[in-house]
């Protein structure tokens, strides 16, 4: 979801021309009437033309390619076209063929212009290289209904048929009807097909299991989009991803994304405090003529609107006919929250074991497709993403694809053990390991004095820890000044998740519980969940928990690591949903309530020497809006005196524990 920000030289280049002209025609002016005359018989117009040097049209000259480059528009059962293109080797017979549908240009992932060389031209977002260029495939990308080369209209991840969509058509008919067109209009393909995709191209594939056709083999969701309100693009618990306004303005207000979005500061901290809240601020931009915002402003709580669109309740009413492979990323910033539901969603009904797979890696969002070796300030010993693509991905694929090709040996789970960087074979998630141990849900509790253990509160301890959260000075969720959302040269927006942590944990807003230095390792398989008894003396409030792996003071061989505060699960709830995520209702004000969330899933090791740290706080900014601490209707509207300042307690008595429940490895 990148932003971009042009700065055309046209009116300097107009002013330098111009100043050209005069001193050319300066000799003319001087020499009087005579040398005008002259001039004027000079510049007579003439009959005579001068013939075009461009073609009408220009034919590419092809014969060195190692690849056959189509353009096709696919039509769809309501008769509109869908821009495709279809890459396929030079000479294949037989090939299977990899789709991806999506809303980013397919002609840009494919371009020819670049390269006679197939593994060049492979430069779009889900084009796993090695795979597709070693493993023989026919490469399809296709233009989603409404952008860029194909027709019809744009609906931002549009519903399935039914309450939220009364057309006869959706993505899964649109893949269905694509497929079916690609199979018996490829000579050169063996009728198997394949799909995969990362984020929105990863939420795609998944509409193709519904109602699946025929030749679909197999499926590869990478960093799905799943339910936009529970925890991937749009919302966490509530709490609105306000950064993510510019990719909504800029996806949605032309066909081919060429509207961009304007900003008038370096810091995105400062572009969303001078704007109050995010309606002011799409207001102020125009956003509003974009069907999607509209919704997203009728919709701030987690209504039917938005349950019925959760790819996760859909397929888990879904039959299971097409083998999938779930992609997660650890530190994914974007779609945390899709892959670990769609497993826990479907895997129940794969009895034989061989139909739902899952991948858990290292990763930002997307950062499977690449170099996998590092992540920020982390190194992990090894290519991982390469690790992924060349052992699990490529069989994986080939086994389901390929005529006669051999059964993949991958686990049923395959997780990247962070803290260790060890990958590990499992039988099922959360397993912990392969066998010999079980996963206890175990109480880490906050205690005082900021001190965090297994053993629960002591009577005569301090009951509670408090802090002031002032709207006027939210916490910024990394250090300032703050990027866009973007990707490429200069942006490190996809790091974010693996930020140090020392400088909110040296703030007053911020407690930081920290634990006593390590002995012995500490592994976690799963899900935290924070059990928060909290209060404030406002009316609504967030609550931000991370628990975090903070490393020995000095880190031998890495200097730069000493002391790092490494997020491992992290996430935010608004506090009006704490009894129903449907119905937002005011909290009651200085009373002591129980919030209880999930975290995002972690496989990590606090190995001997770190200590384990748990940070509370009540904003994250600017990359969700500012809770205005007392209830309105509807945040997206509320006003600059509905901000104030309240007094947040955490506590910590033995009748009012609170603790993250961590998902504790054990050997039996």
């Not at 709207?471 to 969720?477: D, G, M, S, W």
Request: charged share 20%; with cysteine.
């Amino acid at each position: 979801m990148t932003s971009y920000y042009r700065v055309t030289p046209m009116k300097l280049f107009t002013k330098i021309i111009s100043r050209v002209r005069i001193l050319c025609w300066l000799p003319t002016l001087l020499a009087g009437p005579v040398f005008l005359g002259f001039s004027v018989a000079q510049t007579a117009p003439s009959s005579a033309s001068l013939a075009s040097e461009t073609p009408a049209k220009v034919e590419a000259v092809t014969d060195s390619f190692d690849y056959v480059k189509r353009d096709v528009m696919i039509p769809m059962r309501d008769g509109v076209k869908l821009h495709t293109v279809i890459v396929i080797p030079k000479g294949a017979k037989n090939a299977p063929i990899l789709l991806t549908r999506t809303p980013y240009n397919a002609s840009a992932q494919l371009n020819h212009a670049q390269s006679s060389h197939l593994g060049s031209i492979l430069n779009g977002y889900d084009n796993a290289v090695e795979v597709i260029v070693e493993g023989g495939y026919i490469r399809a990308v296709q233009d989603v209904r409404g952008k860029y080369g194909s027709e019809g209209d744009y609906v931002m991840t549009r519903p399935l048929h039914g309450p939220l969509n009364p057309t006869a058509v959706d993505h899964s008919t649109d893949t269905y009807d694509t497929i079916d067109w690609l199979t018996k209009n490829i000579p050169e393909s063996n009728g198997r097909v394949g799909i995969l995709g990362i984020s929105y191209d990863g939420f795609l594939p998944l509409m193709a299991l519904v109602n699946p056709h025929p030749a679909l083999k197999v499926a590869v969701p990478m960093n799905p989009m799943v339910d936009g309100w529970r925890g991937d693009d749009w919302f966490h618990n509530g709490a609105f991803r306000e950064q993510n306004m510019p990719y909504i303005y800029e996806q949605e207000a032309t066909r081919d994304n060429s509207a961009l979005w304007w900003t008038s500061h370096l810091d995105d901290y400062d572009v969303f405090m001078e704007a109050g809240s995010a309606g002011e601020l799409g207001r102020r931009h125009g956003l509003e003529q974009v069907g999607f915002w509209r919704k997203l402003l009728e919709h701030p709580s987690y209504d039917a609107w938005w349950q019925q669109q959760a790819m996760d309740k859909i397929l888990a009413a879904q039959p299971l006919k097409v083998p999938v492979m779930l992609v997660d990323s650890l530190w994914d910033q974007e779609d945390i929250y899709g892959a670990p539901a769609l497993y826990k969603a479907m895997k129940p009904k794969d009895t034989d074991n061989d139909k739902v797979f899952l991948v858990m890696g290292p990763w930002h969002h997307g950062q499977e497709i690449g170099d996998g070796s590092t992540l920020g300030a982390l190194k992990f010993n090894s290519d991982t993403g390469l690790y992924f693509r060349e052992n699990i991905l490529r069989p994986f694929l080939d086994q389901y694809l390929k005529d006669g090709a051999a059964k993949a040996d991958v686990a049923p789970v395959t997780a990247f053990e962070t803290g260790t960087n060890t990958w590990r074979r499992l039988p099922s998630w959360p397993a912990g390991c392969s066998s010999g141990c079980t996963i206890h849900a175990t109480r880490l509790y906050l205690g005082a004095g900021l001190k965090l253990g297994f053993d629960a509160p002591k009577s005569g301890d301090t009951a509670f820890d408090e802090y002031v959260s002032d709207p006027a000075k939210p916490v910024p969720f990394r250090s300032r000044p703050i990027q866009p959302v973007g990707y490429g040269e200069g942006f490190t927006w996809a790091e974010w998740l693996v930020d140090d942590q020392r400088e909110a944990s040296g703030r007053p807003d911020v407690l930081a519980f920290a634990s006593d230095v390590l002995k012995a390792p500490v592994k976690i398989s799963g899900q935290p969940a924070a059990n928060l008894i909290a209060s404030t003396s406002g009316t609504d409030s967030d609550w931000v928990v991370k628990v975090i792996d903070v490393y020995p003071d000095e880190v031998a061989g890495q200097p730069a690591m000493g002391g790092y505060q490494l997020m491992v699960s992290a996430d935010i709830f608004r506090g009006r949903y704490r009894e129903s995520l449907e119905t937002a209702k005011a909290i009651a004000p200085d009373q002591a309530l129980l919030y209880r969330f999930v975290l995002p899933t972690a496989n990590h090791v606090f190995l001997p020497g770190h200590r384990i740290m748990v940070q509370v706080q009540s904003s994250w900014f600017p990359l969700y809006d500012r809770n205005p601490q007392t209830f309105v209707p509807n945040i997206f509207w509320a006003k600059p005196g509905d901000y104030k300042k309240a007094v947040q307690r955490v506590f910590h008595s033995p009748d009012q524990a609170s603790f993250i429940e961590l998902p504790l490895v054990a050997t039996r």
